[in-house]
């Protein structure tokens, strides 16, 4: 069963750091990109993702809301991507969902990620 599970969510202080992990299994975690998205409560949309890496770890993408503060990795042997946050601010505040997608365009909205994962709560607050 393909599934992918985030992890490593919680209360942080404002310029505090976070590392979330996303955990994935039942397919070639390889093939895929995968991004990294958030939800704010009370929203309907994710939006476009907070950091992006390719398959093999070559390449990533961050916006401009998130570059330099946060950082995308992966371990495909381990079958884990990982997502450092620094500098957590109170806007950082919302729900985290991992997701994979075929793409090669580390740009792309989450209309074209295939697979997501449940989500994890990070809350930036004093």
Do not use: H
């Not at 476009?48 to 503060?69: M, V």
């Amino acid at each position: 069963q393909l599934q992918l599970v985030e992890s490593g969510g919680g209360l942080v202080q404002p310029g505090g750091s976070l590392r979330l992990s996303c955990s994935g299994s039942g397919f070639t975690l390889e093939d895929y990109a995968i991004g990294w998205f958030r939800q704010v409560q009370g929203t309907q949309e994710k939006g476009n993702s907070i950091a992006a890496i390719s398959g093999q770890g070559s390449r990533t993408y961050y916006p401009d809301s998130t570059r330099g503060r946060f950082t995308i990795s992966r371990s495909n042997d381990k079958r884990t991507v990982s997502l450092q946050m620094n500098n957590l601010k109170s806007e950082d505040t919302a729900v985290y969902y991992c997701a994979a997608s075929r793409t090669s365009n580390l740009r792309v909205g989450p209309e074209l990620y295939t697979f997501w994962g449940q989500g994890t709560q990070v809350t930036v607050s004093w």
